[in-house]
Structures are given as structure tokens and as C-alpha cells.
């Protein structure tokens, strides 16, 4: 099923501010950080929740003309605007994971915003200007972007984003078409693992890179920065940048991996299926915790799910307790749970020899599609008898 419906997607691009771009940023990170926590503090002081326009006018308007809050005059409004904006919808999607109306985990109540972390700062389309391949940000100037790719129409909104290593980001908003692109298979299985991340139904693998090192450096610099009594001195912030610059390599790497993945995946197959994972029942294992965590099945399936609309492909998640692994992909005959150790299994009631996780994925593949064999059917001794015809005797004993 092919679609020509429009959607919304972010283009992200890195850019290099100056000295005093770098103060005008940082004064906006910090105004709309003071905002959202005197807003949240409001709303927790409250008996009822109120609305963002009341909010407004107490955190911002009323606000400026204080002492304690004069310098929220020196930035744009619309950017403690939307940060009010922002609680209002923080607080509108707790309560409808609490009600059910949300899909996914139960979402958290709202929480301050510390000064260290990632800081971010939204603006609307009257706010920000693009021209000549410079973004105007109200207040705080020109930004030159590296225009990595062409933005595909204009754009409603920038968030401009400074993360934990100190890199700063323009990320917008724009609309785009779904693509047409002509599939080469109909449906595809995927079975997500450790030593092998995707393993595909028709034979294929993602093999993705390794973290190991990485991760062993990170895990060193944290027992580093434990060691570091004095809190706040410049050491433990040497420390801790040094942290965060790993742990955004390997997430770069990591999402490099996962979008290349993904794009190939919805560009060559209709129908994607997957299996629903219990990663956070997984990650309570100590042993596997660390690797599971590296691996990224959640971010991939959301990729999956978002390419198959913008394809117009079909994404389907099976259930989690489908016996995926129990069951013999040719045969339908149910063995049973395996060790992890146990990777190539001979089935014995047909004979076929598979691999643990191509058995997995034909068999998402199965059950995805509604072919999946009934288990129940093959291990039945005897099989249920054609009904009986009106003129043919009774079958049931007469007591």
C-alpha cells in the first residue's frame, strides 16, 4: 500500500557560535530553565492544575517586573513561552499514560531542570529567520550552520540544543512527503539480539559495530571521577566532559548504525515485523544489563516504525510471548525453551537443523503474516475427524 501523505520530521545541524554567542545562549538556557521550574513549582503548589496562559502571566510577564526575575527581559519571550507550552503538554501526556490513553510505559510526573545536562531552547516561525544560509535567532544573532543536507521545505520551528559534551545544534521542524520506492520483498522477520543484532527471515544479518572498547574507557574515567572529592572543581569537570564525550560517540555511532539499518530494512520489504522485547525485564539481568543497554532494539524499532509511514510500508510488532524460539519454523513442532548457549538446534520430529535466531525470525515472519503454525496441531497423537452427516448414525454411545 503506497501512501502520498505529508508528515512532520526533524533535520538536525551542528553549528560553531562564538564567545558571545555563547553567553547569549547560555543566558537563554538559563532563563528558560528558571521558567519551567517556577512553572512546575506552581503547579505542584497547586490543588488544580492551571492553565498555561495564567501560568504565563505569573512566570513571565508579572515575573520581569521584579528584581529577582528582571533579567528574563533580556531574551525572547517566545522561548519561555513555549517552555510553559512544554509543561502544559509534560503534564497532558502523564495523565493520559495514567488513563490508558497513551501507549507505552507509565510516563512520570514532570521534573526540574538542572543546570547541568543538556539545555535546549524552542522557537516558533515568528521568532527565527533563515536567509542566505544564516538562522536568525531573536536576540541572540546570526548562526551558520553546516548545512548537511537541504532543509525540504520551510521549516515551523528550531530548537537550538546544547548537549552534555558541549555541542550545540539547530534541529527544525518541516513537513515531508512519504516516498515511493518499489519493494524487492513482500514481508521480512527480524529477530533483535546481542552477537548478532538483526537477524533477517530471508537469511540476511545487521552485524552492528562494537562498543566494548569505548565502553571499558567510560567505565575507567567513572571510577576516575568517584575518586574526586572537591565537587565542582575543575578536575571533576574535566572528568565528566571527558564521560560525555564517549558516551556521545558511541550513541553517534550507534544511531549511524541503527538509521542505515533501518532505511534498508523499509526500503527493501512491505511488511516489517518484529518482535515486542521486555527490555527493562531484560536490563534487570546484571550479567547482560550493560550489553543489552548498548544495543539500542528500542531506538530501531521506533526508526522501523516512523520509515514504514514515510514509505508507506506496513509495521507490525508481535507479542512477546510468542514461543519464537520454541518452535520449528518448518514443521510447527514445539521443543521447548533453550539455554542461550544453545545455538543451532535439530529439530526431532522433522529432522531440519536451524540456527537458533533465522529459526526466531521466519517464525516472526509467520506470525506476522498469520501463517504461523499451530503448535498444538503438532503435537496432537490423533487428529479430529471429519463431522458426521445427517443421515449417518450417531456416534455418541447411548448410556
Same mark, same amino acid.
Given at each position: 500500500m503506497l501512501y502520498n501523505s505529508s508528515m512532520k520530521a526533524r533535520y538536525k545541524y551542528r553549528f560553531y557560535p562564538s564567545k558571545s554567542q555563547q553567553q547569549s545562549l547560555a543566558q537563554l538556557f538559563g532563563c528558560v530553565r528558571v521558567v519551567w521550574n517556577d512553572a512546575l513549582g506552581i503547579c505542584k503548589d497547586s490543588e488544580k492544575l492551571p492553565k498555561n496562559g495564567d501560568l504565563q502571566k505569573i512566570v513571565i510577564t508579572q515575573a520581569k517586573k521584579t528584581d529577582e526575575r528582571v533579567w528574563l527581559a533580556g531574551v525572547s519571550a517566545v522561548p519561555l513561552q513555549q517552555s510553559v507550552a512544554d509543561l502544559g503538554t509534560a503534564y497532558q501526556n502523564f495523565f493520559n499514560s495514567r488513563n490508558g490513553k497513551r501507549k507505552g510505559s507509565k510516563m512520570g510526573l514532570p521534573r526540574f531542570k538542572k543546570k547541568q545536562g543538556k539545555?535546549?531552547?524552542?522557537?516558533?516561525?515568528?521568532?527565527?529567520?533563515?536567509?542566505?544560509?544564516?538562522?536568525?535567532?531573536?536576540?541572540?544573532?546570526?548562526?551558520n550552520p553546516i548545512w548537511s543536507r537541504?532543509?525540504?521545505?520551510?521549516?515551523?520551528?528550531?530548537?537550538?540544543?546544547?548537549?552534555?559534551?558541549? %555541542?550545540?545544534?539547530? @534541529?527544525?521542524?518541516? !513537513?515531508?512527503?512519504?516516498?515511493?520506492?518499489? =519493494? &524487492? +520483498?513482500?514481508?521480512?522477520?527480524?529477530?533483535?539480539?546481542?552477537?548478532?543484532?538483526?537477524?533477517?527471515?530471508?537469511?540476511?544479518?545487521?552485524?552492528?559495530?562494537?562498543?566494548?572498547?569505548?565502553?571499558?574507557?567510560?567505565?575507567?574515567?567513572q571510577r576516575k571521577l568517584m575518586k574526586r572529592q572537591v565537587k565542582g572543581s575543575?578536575?571533576?569537570?574535566?572528568?565528566?566532559?571527558?564521560?560525555?564525550?564517549?558516551?556521545?560517540?558511541?550513541?553517534?555511532?550507534?544511531?549511524?548504525?541503527?538509521?542505515?539499518?533501518?532505511?534498508?530494512?523499509? %526500503?527493501?520489504?512491505? @511488511?516489517?515485523?518484529? !518482535?515486542?522485547?521486555?527490555?527493562?525485564?531484560? =536490563? &534487570? +539481568?546484571?550479567?547482560?544489563?550493560?550489553?543489552?543497554?548498548?544495543?539500542?532494539?528500542?531506538?530501531?524499532?521506533?526508526?522501523?516504525?516512523?520509515?514504514?509511514?514515510?514509505?508507506?510500508?506496513?509495521?507490525t510488532v508481535i507479542s512477546r510471548w510468542e514461543p519464537t524460539s520454541q518452535v520449528c519454523s518448518d514443521c510447527?513442532?514445539?521443543?521447548?525453551?533453550?539455554?542461550?548457549?544453545?545455538?543451532?538446534?535439530?529439530?526431532?520430529?522433522?529432522?531440519?537443523?536451524?540456527?537458533?535466531?533465522?529459526?526466531?525470525?521466519?517464525?516472526?515472519?509467520?506470525?506476522?503474516?498469520?501463517?504461523?503454525?499451530?503448535?498444538?496441531w503438532a503435537q496432537r497423537e490423533g487428529k479430529t475427524g471429519l463431522p458426521a452427516h445427517l443421515s449417518e448414525v450417531s456416534r455418541i454411545p447411548v448410556a
Open positions: 539545555q535546549s531552547a524552542r522557537f516558533n516561525s515568528n521568532a527565527f529567520s533563515i536567509k542566505d544560509g544564516l538562522v536568525y535567532l531573536a536576540k541572540v544573532g546570526d548562526l537541504v532543509l525540504p521545505s520551510e521549516p515551523s520551528s528550531v530548537t537550538v540544543i546544547k548537549d552534555t559534551a558541549n %555541542r550545540y545544534f539547530l @534541529s527544525f521542524v518541516v !513537513e515531508v512527503e512519504s516516498i515511493n520506492v518499489a =519493494v &524487492k +520483498n513482500q514481508s521480512i522477520g527480524i529477530d533483535l539480539g546481542i552477537k548478532t543484532f538483526a537477524f533477517m527471515s530471508n537469511g540476511e544479518k545487521g552485524q552492528s559495530p562494537s562498543y566494548s572498547k569505548l565502553d571499558r574507557k567510560i567505565r575507567k574515567l575543575n578536575r571533576q569537570k574535566r572528568t565528566s566532559l571527558k564521560i560525555a564525550k564517549k558516551h556521545n560517540r558511541i550513541a553517534d555511532t550507534r544511531k549511524d548504525f541503527l538509521h542505515k539499518l533501518s532505511t534498508k530494512v523499509v %526500503r527493501e520489504n512491505q @511488511s516489517i515485523i518484529l !518482535e515486542d522485547l521486555n527490555v527493562s525485564g531484560m =536490563v &534487570k +539481568n546484571r550479567k547482560l544489563s550493560r550489553v543489552i543497554s548498548l544495543q539500542g532494539w528500542r531506538e530501531f524499532r521506533v526508526l522501523c516504525e516512523a520509515k514504514a509511514e514515510k514509505f508507506g510500508r506496513q509495521f510447527g513442532f514445539k521443543w521447548g525453551k533453550l539455554d542461550l548457549k544453545v545455538r543451532t538446534i535439530t529439530c526431532v520430529s522433522c529432522g531440519s537443523v536451524h540456527d537458533r535466531d533465522e529459526n526466531a525470525a521466519k517464525n516472526i515472519k509467520k506470525v506476522g503474516t498469520g501463517h504461523g503454525h499451530d503448535s498444538k
